[in-house]
C-alpha cells in the first residue's frame, strides 16, 4: 500500500517560480509514489485575510488551476478546498487544549509573522488574532486529519511539523494511540531567491515571476533584476555568482550555462543581451505551462469537477480519523 502525503497552499495569491523549483515542484515528482492530498488551505488564509475575503476567494480557483497547470495531475492527487472539511475544523478545537499560548508564540513561524505584523502595521503586536497564533494547531489537524506519513514542505514551514508532532504526542499520551506522526520532506531546492538577489522569493518583498506573468511583465522584470553590481561596462569581467541573472540561468537555461558563465567571467557578455536571453528561455519554459493554464482557463467546469472529486475523498478520509478521535477523546455518546 502507498503512505499517504498530505500538503497544503494559501490561496493569496497565484504561484511563482519559487513554489515550482521548491515546494510544489517537488509534490509533482512524488505525486506517483504516494497517496497524495493536496489541500488549498483557505481557512488557513483567512486566519490572516479575514477582511479580505474577496481574495482568498478569488485564488482558490487560480491556485488549483496553477497547480494542475505546472503537473499536478488530477488522476494521482486528491486536491481539495479546506473548508470544505468540517473535521479539520472540529479537529482544531479538540487539539486547541493540548497547546499552550506560550508554545505558540515560541514557535518560530508564528514569531516571524507577528513580528513583520508588527512591522506593517507599526502597533505593539495588539492586533494579532486568536485565530493567527493558533493556526499551527489547525495545521495539526490538516495533517493529521489524512493519517500522513509525509509531509512535503518549505524549511520555513518545519516548526509548525514540529509542533504537529508535540500535539500528536501529547493527544496520543492522553487518549490513547490514535494519531500518526508524520515526517517531513524538504525538496533539493527549498528556497528560491527573488529577482532582486533576497534569500527569499514571495508576493510581498515584490520580487517574484509569477506563472500567469505576461511576456511584457517577465521583460520588465528580468530587465531590472539585480547583476554583479561591480559591472559597469559591457565588456568588463564579472562574477556570474553575484548575478540574479544569472541565478534565473541556472534554472531554465541549463544547457548554455557554461557559456554564459564564462563570456561573462572574461567580459565577452554584455549584460542586456545576457538578460534578452533569459527572457527568450524563460518564455521556453513558461510555454507549456501557460498552455495548460490557458485550457483550464477555458474549462473550469473541470477545474470544479476536480475540486469536487477531491472534496469527496479528502472528506471520506477525515471522517474515519475524526471517529476514533471522538471514540478515544470519549465524546461519542449515543451510537
Ligand atoms: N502553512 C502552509 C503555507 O503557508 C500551508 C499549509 C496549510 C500546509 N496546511 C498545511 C502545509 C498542511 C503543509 C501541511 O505554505
Ligand atoms: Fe549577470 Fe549576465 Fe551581466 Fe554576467 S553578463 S553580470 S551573468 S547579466
Not at 531567491?193 to 522584470?221: F, H, P, Q, R, W
Request: with cysteine; hydrophobic share 35%.
Amino acid at each position: 500500500m502507498k503512505k499517504t502525503i498530505l500538503t497544503g497552499i494559501r490561496p493569496t495569491g497565484p504561484l511563482h517560480l519559487g513554489h515550482l523549483f521548491g515546494a510544489v515542484g517537488n509534490w509533482v515528482k512524488l505525486q506517483k509514489d504516494y497517496e497524495t492530498f493536496i489541500e488549498i488551505a483557505d481557512v488557513q488564509a483567512l486566519t490572516d485575510n479575514f477582511n479580505d475575503p474577496e481574495k482568498v476567494h478569488d485564488n482558490v480557483l487560480g491556485i488549483a488551476k496553477d497547480l494542475l497547470s505546472i503537473g499536478i495531475d488530477p488522476n494521482e492527487v486528491h486536491l481539495f478546498i479546506q473548508s470544505t472539511i468540517p473535521e479539520i475544523a472540529e479537529l482544531t478545537v479538540y487539539y486547541s487544549n493540548l497547546v499552550t499560548m506560550a508554545r505558540l508564540y515560541r514557535n518560530p513561524t508564528v514569531k516571524t509573522e507577528i513580528a513583520q505584523k508588527k512591522a506593517l502595521f507599526g502597533n505593539d503586536g495588539e492586533s494579532v488574532t486568536y485565530g493567527f497564533v493558533g493556526y499551527p494547531v489547525s495545521q495539526a489537524a490538516d495533517i493529521t486529519a489524512f493519517e500522513a506519513d509525509l509531509v512535503p514542505v518549505g524549511e520555513d514551514q518545519l516548526p509548525l511539523i514540529e509542533q504537529t508532532k508535540e500535539i500528536i504526542r501529547k493527544f496520543n499520551h492522553i487518549y490513547g494511540e490514535t494519531l500518526k506522526e508524520p515526517e517531513h520532506l524538504l525538496s533539493e531546492t527549498p528556497r528560491i531567491k527573488g529577482l532582486d538577489g533576497n534569500e527569499k522569493m514571495g508576493k510581498s518583498l515584490g520580487n517574484a515571476l509569477y506563472l500567469v506573468d505576461d511576456d511584457e511583465t517577465i521583460t520588465k522584470k528580468i530587465q531590472n533584476a539585480m547583476t554583479d553590481p561591480d559591472k559597469i561596462h559591457k565588456d568588463d569581467p564579472a562574477n556570474p555568482e553575484k548575478c540574479m541573472v544569472y541565478y534565473y540561468h541556472k534554472l531554465v537555461n541549463k544547457k548554455n550555462l557554461e557559456i554564459v558563465c564564462e563570456e561573462c567571467q572574461k567580459g565577452h557578455r554584455g549584460c542586456v543581451n545576457c538578460k534578452r536571453e533569459l527572457i527568450l528561455h524563460m518564455q521556453e519554459f513558461l510555454e507549456p505551462i501557460r498552455k495548460k493554464r490557458a485550457y483550464y482557463d477555458n474549462h473550469p467546469e473541470e477545474v470544479e469537477a476536480i475540486l469536487k472529486e477531491g472534496n469527496k475523498v479528502a472528506k471520506q478520509k477525515a471522517e474515519t480519523v475524526m471517529k476514533q478521535v471522538k471514540e478515544h477523546m470519549k465524546i461519542d455518546y449515543i451510537k
